[in-house]
Each structure stands twice: as C-alpha cells, then as structure tokens.
Nanobody, 125 residues
Framework: QVQLVESGGGLVQAEDSLRLSCAAS????????MGWFRQAPGKEREFVAA????????LYADSVKGRFTISRGNVKNPVYLQMRSLKPEDTAVYYC??????????????????WGQGTQVTVSS
C-alpha cells in the first residue's frame, strides 16, 4: 500500500517557524516530483511549492515565496517544507503529494498521483 504521511504541523505564533516532513511507504518517490498543497477552512486546496525529482528545480506560490523552502530528502522522507515568518493566513491543512511527471513542475493538484492525509498548521496572531 502506497502511503504518504505528513508530520510536523502544530500551533505556533506569527513569525514562528515550522518544518513539515512527508514520510513515504509502499514505493519510492526518487523519480517523482513532489509538492505541498494546503487547504484552509472554507477554501479550495491551493498550491504551495513543488520540487523536481533531482531537487534542481523548484516552484513556489507567490504567497510563500521567500518564506517557505521545499527540499528533497531521502527515500523514507522524500520531501520537506521549511516554513518561516509564518502568518495567520498560512493556517491550513498541509498536504504532500507526488507527481510521476518528470518534465515540468506543476501547481495543478490534478497532476499529482499520490496524496497524504494532511497535517494541521495553525498560526495565531
């Protein structure tokens, strides 16, 4: 059974930092692009960041550019999301996802093939 499991979420204050991890089991994602999405209450799921299979290319949503950093990990933890200078509007459930397409990084959730269950990030003002 293929699984992606996020961890590292929590309740923090504005300007704090958090590092999200994504653990993989059931298959390896070395050749997959990996992404992070988030969904706030009452809103649609939105793209946060993506990274290519080699780690050489990244893509960020404008809202997190300069504050969040996506990085590749190892086989068991293929992707991380370092979040700094958190804002209350970053409050959401964060999901990691895997995209078997190896050509272009995509902000489109429909392009991703595997998803985790999400981890809650709450930022208080």
């Amino acid at each position: 059974q293929v699984q992606l499991v996020e961890s590292g979420g929590g309740l923090v204050q504005a300007e704090d930092s958090l590092r999200l991890s994504c653990a993989a089991s059931g298959r390896t994602f070395n050749s997959y692009a990996m992404g992070w999405f988030r969904q706030a209450p009452g809103k649609e799921r939105e793209f946060v960041a993506a990274i290519g299979w080699s780690g050489g290319s990244t893509l960020y949503a404008d809202s997190v550019k300069g504050r969040f950093t996506i990085s590749r990990g190892n086989v068991k933890n293929p992707v991380y999301l370092q979040m700094r200078s958190l804002k209350p509007e970053d409050t959401a459930v964060y999901y990691c996802a895997a995209d078997r397409t190896i050509t272009t990084l995509s902000p489109d959730a429909d392009e991703y093939d595997y998803w985790g269950q999400g981890t809650q990030v709450t930022v208080s003002s």
